[in-house]
């Protein structure tokens, strides 16, 4: 008995701190946010997380109202839902909320890629000299001459005569917009390694294509391998790809390419002038490859599908087209020069612009996370402040607080082309929830420091991705009446979403 006692009372006292550090005891404290730890202790709510992000945030956010603390995994997290107090959260200074720590860890995990605290500030300066104002018109110009390498390539050959052709819709769209994508940012093959400039343009359209179909491999194991939960044989596999791809995306081959984008060359000159072993270099390509192609393609599929889906909507955006074309003095006819579509031509498309938009409210659903570095209070738009623990994480889920929140956006589930455009055709940026403007009405890029340094160049990817469909082809799905797919419930959170399953459709050039 004497020494049965300790032996007990040991096992009560690691039994009592295993389930401290399980976070069974944590108590709401009174000027803290509704606490809901979930019925399974440490996992807490991870998995109706995991299964469906959006439907479970909507649930909790009716049970709890704009501001609660739920258990996942492990840590606490603390979603704000009123998107009239999300400045609160976006603007606060990262002594208090930093968005670096979750994001190391995950590119850690998905990438094998260590980040430097230099990262962030490189990234912004090369992205605002490349991806935007001036950066933009050579972007343009390189996505172009691509798009119609990969599009447009056998125009005026017999293979190019009006011939249907049968695609999936989402593989065509991706497809095309991921390889056009990578060409204009890691760069051309040379005339001169492959013989003649036609045999350089051939290897870029067959070696592209390679990439996009071990992309895709990739890409449809990427949720479960950022929730680390895949089962072996899927772990290998991700193992297999990601080392390919370090391979295929290597610094030493990507130099020696021409047309690489300053985006590209400047980020790694950078990172070998400052030490960074060339196999860690390998591994930040292929996280810029990520970030760059995994989401413009599936929302260019989703923007021609809700374009063919209401033929409203597309006669407008095919006016536009036809307009800005006209103005510009050209026109596509059989044997004439290939249009030349630049930065300016597609600052006069509102009408496009508000349809892009729409489409992004629709599908495109990023969890935005900070964690929390220090004690902190979180005022809410009502004027309540509430307590904030070190060691916690904040997030916004912005698809359900306010892309599809009926009183901003009537009819949420609809798509309106129009939604973003005034009467008098002008954009439309006043939307109010209980009487107030919002300044994060819809959030498809993320918000503050994070915001998407490829937006503006997203964007364009998606008007020259149309305007090309819209100038040179004829195009009808194969059964007209086929309902829009739902969406792919496993993505909540990464990005644009996708479909649980494609749509077939047909085309053929017009000239
Ligand atoms: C429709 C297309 C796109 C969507 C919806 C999108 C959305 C996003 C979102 C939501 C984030 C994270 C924001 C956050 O955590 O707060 C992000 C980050 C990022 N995006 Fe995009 N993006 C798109 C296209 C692009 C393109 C074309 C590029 C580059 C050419 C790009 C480069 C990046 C990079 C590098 C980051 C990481 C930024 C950082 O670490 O601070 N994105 N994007």
């Keep these: 008995m004497s020494l049965l006692l300790p032996i007990l009372l040991a096992l009560l006292a690691s039994v009592l701190g295993g389930l401290y550090m399980l976070g069974m005891f944590r108590k709401r404290k009174s000027n803290e946010p509704p606490i809901d730890k979930g019925t399974i202790p440490w996992l807490g709510y991870a998995l109706d997380f995991r299964k469906n992000t959006a439907a479970f945030l909507k649930r909790m956010q009716k049970k709890h109202g704009d501001i ?14 009123d998107p009239l107090s999300f ?119 067959d070696h592209s294509d390679e990439l996009f179909g071990e992309f895709r491999k990739y890409d449809k194991l990427f949720p479960r391998l950022a929730y680390a939960v895949l089962p072996p044989k899927d772990k290998m596999e991700a193992e297999r790809l990601k080392r390919l791809f370090w391979n295929m995306l290597s610094v030493k081959r990507t130099l020696q390419k021409e047309n690489i984008s300053g985006w590209i060359t400047e980020q790694s000159q950078y990172k070998a002038e400052n030490g960074m072993p ?16 995994g989401n413009t393609g599936p929302a260019c599929f989703w923007l021609l599908l809700y374009l063919m889906k209401h ?90 607080a306010v892309q599809m929140d009926q009183e901003v956006h009537p009819e949420p589930e609809k798509f309106k082309y129009n939604r973003f455009l005034n009467e008098d055709g002008t954009k439309k940026t006043d939307f109010f929830k209980n009487g107030q403007r919002l300044k994060f009405f819809t959030m498809p890029w993320g918000a503050g ?56 459709f047909k085309y053929r050039l017009r000239y």
């Design 68 to 81: 609660f603390t739920i258990q996942i995994a492990g840590y606490y997290f603390t979603f704000i839902t």
């Design 449 to 504: 420091t994070t915001i998407c340094p490829g937006r503006f160049f997203a964007t364009n990817e998606l008007k020259q991705f149309i305007f090309l469909m819209l100038s040179y082809f004829e195009f009808e799905l194969v059964n007209p009446k086929e309902e829009i797919p739902g969406i792919d419930q496993n993505r909540w959170g990464f990005g644009t979403m996708q479909p649980t399953h494609d749509i077939q």
């Design 311 to 400: 033929p409203d909507a597309m006669e407008a955006v095919r006016g536009e087209v036809e307009k800005v074309l006209k103005e510009t003095g050209q026109q596509v006819k059989p044997g004439g020069p290939l249009i030349n579509l630049t930065r300016d031509m597609l600052l006069k498309t509102p009408i496009m612009d508000s349809a892009v938009e729409e489409t992004l409210r629709l599908t495109a659903a990023p969890v935005l996370i900070r964690a929390v570095k220090e004690d902190m209070n979180l005022k809410m738009s009502n004027g309540r402040e509430y307590a904030i623990r070190k060691g916690d994480r904040v997030a916004l889920f912005p698809y359900t």
């Design 87 to 205: 400045g609160s959260i976006v603007k606060e200074s990262r002594t208090k909320l930093d968005f670096e720590q979750f994001a190391m860890e995950l590119v850690a995990r998905v990438f094998g890629y260590h980040t430097q605290t230099s990262d962030h500030k490189l990234l912004e300066k090369a992205s605002t000299k490349h991806l935007m104002g001036d950066g933009l018109v050579v972007m343009t110009q390189a996505m172009m001459e691509n798009l119609q390498n990969l599009m447009l390539h056998n125009i005026g050959s017999r293979d190019g005569e009006k011939k249907w052709q049968q695609d999936g819709l989402f593989h065509y769209s991706y497809n095309i917009v991921f390889r056009a994508g990578y060409l204009a940012l890691f760069g051309n093959e040379t005339a001169k390694n492959q013989g003649s400039l036609e045999k350089a343009k051939k290897f870029d359209r």
């Design 278 to 293: 060339e196999y860690m270099q390998d591994r930040f390509m292929f996280l810029l490859l990520w970030a760059s192609q």
